[in-house]
């Protein structure tokens, strides 16, 4: 196989394919008199390896690690493991598309409101958090907690949203801190100022369980809607947090 062909059967970019070949995460096929790499079995089966460990959140580094514990077993592991993996990104995906089809039919009854149809953690929390008046970022984190209500697997929901109870009666003076900070710069010293106070406030099951702030994927549509500054003080707090909780090292 060619780097496209090998590229499109895992479902990668040839740019991917090249990338992890720099990175030492898939060794350098041979190549053939023209200089054109030839792509066997084993690199797509490597190659598909990489990315289902991507998809679960290892960073490169850990997808590194994992494949040097890789070397020896026999291909029939590999395989069985990887579908494994697939078998539990299918049950992830079963429940989504359930919980989605739930909302596609309440829309089309004429039933949806914006925040619902809600689960039961979610929908007590918002009542214990009441109304906020005349917060953009209220709205915003109602959004935000919908959202996850939809779409984290039903353990990780429950376990957040049970975190998340305690921080109500807080909820008015952390949404004005980052109401405050709606046109200001990611540098602005409130920004400092505001994160420590969320720190303060935030279990550190909820920093632990948020999603990954690193720009991808859930937390790329979490903090897109975010003034820069906002963003910066809700990553800043999570840094907190997990320093917090792993304590001085």
Same mark, same amino acid.
């Given at each position: 196989m060619r780097i496209g062909e090998i590229a499109a059967l895992v479902g990668v970019?040839?740019?991917a394919v090249r990338h992890? +070949? +720099? %990175?030492?995460? %898939?060794?350098e096929?041979?190549?053939?008199?023209? &200089?054109y790499r030839e792509y066997g079995i084993r690199d797509a089966v490597l190659l598909? !390896?990489?990315?289902?460990?991507?998809e679960l959140g290892l960073g490169l580094d850990e997808v590194r690690d994992v494949l040097a514990d890789d070397e020896g077993r026999e291909l029939v592991e590999v395989?069985?493991? %990887?579908?494994?993996?697939l078998g539990r990104q299918e049950a992830v995906v079963r429940e989504r598309r359930a919980r989605l089809a739930v909302l596609l039919e309440e829309a089309?009854?004429?039933r949806l409101t914006a925040e619902g149809p809600l689960s039961p953690e979610l929908t007590t929390l918002l009542a214990g958090l009441g109304e906020v008046p005349a917060s953009?970022?209220?709205?915003?984190? !109602?959004?935000?907690?919908?959202?996850?209500?939809t779409v984290i697997p039903e353990e990780d929901r429950v376990r957040l949203m049970q975190a998340l109870r305690g921080m109500e009666a807080h909820a008015g003076e952390v949404y004005g801190l980052l109401d405050d900070l709606a046109e200001a710069e990611p540098d602005d010293p409130r920004v400092a100022g505001a994160a420590a106070v969320l720190a303060?406030?935030?279990?550190?099951?909820?920093?632990?369980?948020?999603?990954?702030?690193? &720009?991808?994927?859930?937390?790329?549509?979490?903090?897109?809607d975010m003034a820069p500054a906002q963003s910066a003080a809700i990553r800043r707090a999570i840094e907190l947090v997990r320093e917090r909780r792993e304590g001085p090292s």
């Open positions: 970019t040839p740019r992890y +070949h +720099h %990175l030492g995460l %898939l060794p096929p041979v190549r053939r008199g023209n &200089g598909a !390896r990489i990315r289902r460990l991507s395989l069985r493991e %990887l579908d494994e993996d089309r009854a004429g953009p970022m209220a709205v915003k984190d !109602r959004e935000v907690l919908a959202l996850l209500d303060e406030l935030l279990p550190d099951d909820v920093a632990m369980q948020y999603p990954d702030t690193a &720009g991808r994927g859930l937390a790329e549509a979490v903090f897109a």
